[in-house]
């Protein structure tokens, strides 16, 4: 089952727009994370933030963590055509014992950046 | 380092076969994780293995298994396999596994079940 539910399903935009994506969970996580995937490749790990963190960047990409509200958002600015993907975002489940190696994941949002 | 890698990559079975796919983690890694990824169901957790033991297993029937051997490379099997089991296999790697740590991802495999 998934935890995470991810809007939009879809976005497409031009290059050098801003993206945004957001996910939603529902139990107590540790962490939450943001993942790419190429056209059914692998999954390529962009930010992981924790659940006391509220914000996080990593050149282009911002991320926001609201626990009370047991949400998130990845922004993506001055997008490019390369930046189209798959995200995917991925909780830990902080379950009472330890979750070992179990990420959950949204069904995600496709991103197409037009050039 | 050289990343997670993940064999075959590609591969197309009949019903009722059987089918081992093969990952090797990160040097050093030594908790590996498995994922069924496919359109309805989206990404899910199959198991996860550590120093040759399994520690956390998902919501699928017994005939996905899997094994880690002290290497930290693991296998996962699918006995007598159905045409849902069409998907794509990922594989992802840790140090030890926890919840702190990022998990890196194979290519994946790719499964056809005719």
């Known amino acids: 089952s998934q935890q995470g539910e991810e809007d939009p399903q879809a976005l497409s935009i031009q290059e050098g727009e801003n993206a945004t994506m957001n996910c939603s969970y529902k139990?107590?996580?540790?962490?939450l994370q943001w993942y790419r995937q190429n056209s059914g490749r692998g999954l390529v790990h962009l930010i992981l933030?924790?659940?006391?963190?509220r914000e996080k960047h990593s050149g282009r990409l911002r991320v926001t963590l609201d626990t009370s509200k047991k949400s998130s958002s990845l922004l993506i600015t001055a997008s490019r055509a390369a930046d189209t993907a798959s995200y995917f975002c991925?909780?830990?489940?902080?379950?009472?014992?330890?979750?070992?190696?179990?990420?959950?994941f949204g069904q995600g949002t496709i991103l197409t950046v037009h050039p | 380092k050289a990343g997670v890698t993940q064999t075959p990559r590609y591969l197309i079975k009949t019903r009722g076969q059987q089918v081992t796919l093969s990952c090797s983690p990160i040097?050093?890694?030594?908790?590996v994780s498995w994922y069924q990824q496919t359109p309805g169901q989206g990404l899910q957790f199959l198991f996860e293995?550590?120093?040759?033991?399994?520690?956390n297993k998902g919501n699928f029937p017994g005939r996905f298994s899997g094994r880690q051997f002290s290497n930290s490379r693991s296998e996962m099997n699918v006995s007598t396999l159905e045409l849902g089991d069409s998907a794509l296999y990922l594989c992802?790697?840790?140090?030890?596994?926890?919840?702190?740590?990022?998990?890196?991802f194979g290519p994946g495999t790719r499964l056809l079940v005719l």
């Open positions: 293995y550590f120093s040759e033991t399994q520690r």
């Open positions: 139990t107590s996580i540790n962490n």
């Open positions: 992802a790697s840790s140090l030890m596994g926890t919840s702190q740590e990022t998990q890196y």
């Open positions: 991925a909780t830990d489940e902080r379950a009472g014992g330890t979750s070992y190696g179990k990420l959950t």
């Open positions: 933030i924790r659940s006391n963190e």
């Open positions: 040097s050093g890694h030594r908790s």
